[in-house]
């Protein structure tokens, strides 16, 4: 079986990498879908290709609605959806992306540190697995593509 996998949520560290590496390097059958991990392309995209405004709300909002097309079709040609919730920023998106993967049946497993368990209880709820590092998520990938 040949899983594709969508790497949601924090975009400051390399986690995203580990994992590529890891499938790359363990030859398991996955196929890696990302969300625009440069920030400053992400935040900017709406004005940069529709035009200018002159409140940020609109300026958010632009980039958001051609964000989120991203986002949903990954999610949509996803097996699995994997969020990680990073310690730096809040990730409110990574919630989006938790609960939309979740309400379409997708599973969903569920990336952030042990003191962030509380305020995540209910992402955590959604999942199907919640793991406390990236090599823990890249063992359950790869016990998802063992044949047994």
């Not at 398991?28 to 400053?40: C, G, V, Y």
């Not at 809040?90 to 989006?96: D, G, I, L």
Request: glycine share 4%.
């Amino acid at each position: 079986m040949r899983y594709t996998v969508y790497l949601s949520g924090e975009i400051h560290t390399d986690w995203r990498d580990q994992i590529r590496s890891a499938v790359e390097s363990k030859a398991l059958p996955i196929d890696i879908l990302t969300p625009n991990t440069d920030h400053e392309s992400s935040d900017e995209c709406g004005v940069q290709i529709m035009g200018g405004e002159e409140k940020p709300f609109w300026k958010d909002h632009k980039a958001a609605k051609l964000n989120s097309i991203r986002h949903m079709t990954a999610i949509q040609r996803s097996d699995i959806v994997v969020v990680r919730f990073g310690d730096k920023y809040k990730q409110w998106n990574a919630a989006f992306d938790a609960g939309v993967a979740a309400a379409l049946g997708k599973s969903v497993i569920v990336e952030h540190a042990a003191e962030l368990t509380h305020p995540l209880k209910e992402v955590d709820a959604a999942a199907m697995a919640v793991a406390e590092n990236t090599d823990q998520v890249i063992s359950m990938l790869e016990y998802l593509c063992r044949e047994y």
